[in-house]
């Protein structure tokens, strides 16, 4: 059984990953109109929260009350929180406005293609692509040998990988991470609201993700245009 559950990350590269995670995100859900009133209105319930982190949603295993597709943000809103947190860090650098609130970025992933409903997530290629259509320099890969290059390059970094390499059941997850000058930073690792220290290499803060056992699938590169 232990193979079975390595199959997928070992065996099944990272581009045909993100093809049929594509694939499977390009149907929009019919939910997204009600689940943007609804969570226009439960947003207002992590606002404290997020001033305490300094804009940043760090907690997602508390927004079980946030409707994502057909299921919650506390299930599968990582992808989005992620690009929430680079989209803050972007407007605090620039001394610009966040060019959209939490619940309509929501709404507009809905509206885009989410995977079976949201019970997957978001496609790293949708992320991608929404990102370019702000004007913002994006570079994508797949492949694992280019991800510390790309982590140098950019200040601001989408990163998408397995949990356990191990064992496709503990699933995926995307993070935003800050590249300040060579120190690294990571948001909403873990979900519970702890913001884990700071590390001094991409190299270094990926062997400290869930104890060396990640492995990535993708990284996002964004530069302000």
Same mark, same amino acid.
């Given at each position: 059984?232990?193979?079975?559950?390595?199959?997928?990350?070992?065996?099944?590269?990272?581009?045909?990953?993100?093809?049929?995670?594509?694939?499977?995100?390009?149907?929009?859900?019919?939910?997204?109109?009600?689940?943007?009133?609804?969570?226009?209105?439960?947003?207002?319930?992590?606002?404290?929260?997020?001033?305490?982190?300094?804009?940043?949603?760090?907690?997602?295993?508390?927004? !079980?009350? +946030?409707?994502?597709?057909?299921?919650? @943000?506390?299930? #599968?809103?990582? %992808?989005?929180?992620?690009?929430?947190? *680079?989209?803050?860090?972007?407007?605090?650098?620039?001394?610009?406005?966040?060019?959209?609130?939490?619940?309509?970025?929501?709404?507009?992933?809905?509206?885009?293609?989410?995977?079976?409903?949201?019970?997957?997530?978001?496609?790293?290629?949708?992320?991608? !692509?929404? +990102?370019?259509?702000?004007?913002?320099? @994006?570079?994508? #890969?797949?492949? %694992?040998?280019?991800?510390?290059?790309? *982590?140098?390059?950019?200040?601001?970094?989408?990163?998408?990988?397995?949990?356990?390499?191990?064992?496709?059941?503990?699933?995926?997850?995307?993070?935003?991470?800050?590249?300040?000058?060579?120190?690294?930073?990571?948001?909403?690792?873990?979900?519970?609201?702890?913001?884990?220290?700071?590390?001094?290499?991409?190299?270094?803060?990926?062997?400290?993700?869930?104890?060396?056992?990640?492995?990535?699938?993708?990284?996002?590169?964004?530069?302000?245009?």
């Amino acid at each position: 059984m232990e193979k079975l559950w390595s199959f997928i990350p070992h065996k099944i590269h990272n581009s045909h990953m993100i093809r049929i995670l594509d694939m499977f995100c390009k149907v929009p859900s019919m939910a997204s109109g009600r689940n943007l009133l609804h969570n226009q209105s439960a947003f207002g319930n992590h606002q404290k929260t997020i001033a305490r982190n300094k804009g940043y949603i760090e907690d997602q295993n508390h927004y !079980r009350d +946030l409707r994502f597709g057909r299921t919650s @943000v506390r299930f #599968s809103g990582c %992808e989005v929180i992620a690009v929430y947190n *680079a989209l803050v860090d972007l407007s605090q650098d620039f001394s610009s406005d966040i060019p959209f609130s939490f619940p309509e970025l929501l709404h507009i992933f809905e509206k885009k293609g989410i995977i079976f409903s949201g019970i997957f997530g978001t496609s790293p290629k949708m992320l991608e !692509r929404f +990102l370019k259509s702000l004007g913002l320099g @994006v570079t994508m #890969s797949v492949h %694992e040998k280019d991800f510390e290059r790309i *982590a140098n390059d950019h200040d601001y970094l989408l990163y998408t990988f397995y949990n356990d390499k191990n064992d496709i059941r503990a699933q995926i997850h995307t993070v935003y991470i800050s590249n300040k000058k060579g120190t690294y930073t990571v948001h909403n690792l873990y979900g519970n609201g702890e913001r884990p220290d700071s590390c001094s290499s991409f190299h270094q803060l990926c062997s400290r993700i869930n104890h060396g056992k990640s492995k990535g699938i993708s990284m996002i590169g964004i530069l302000k245009d």
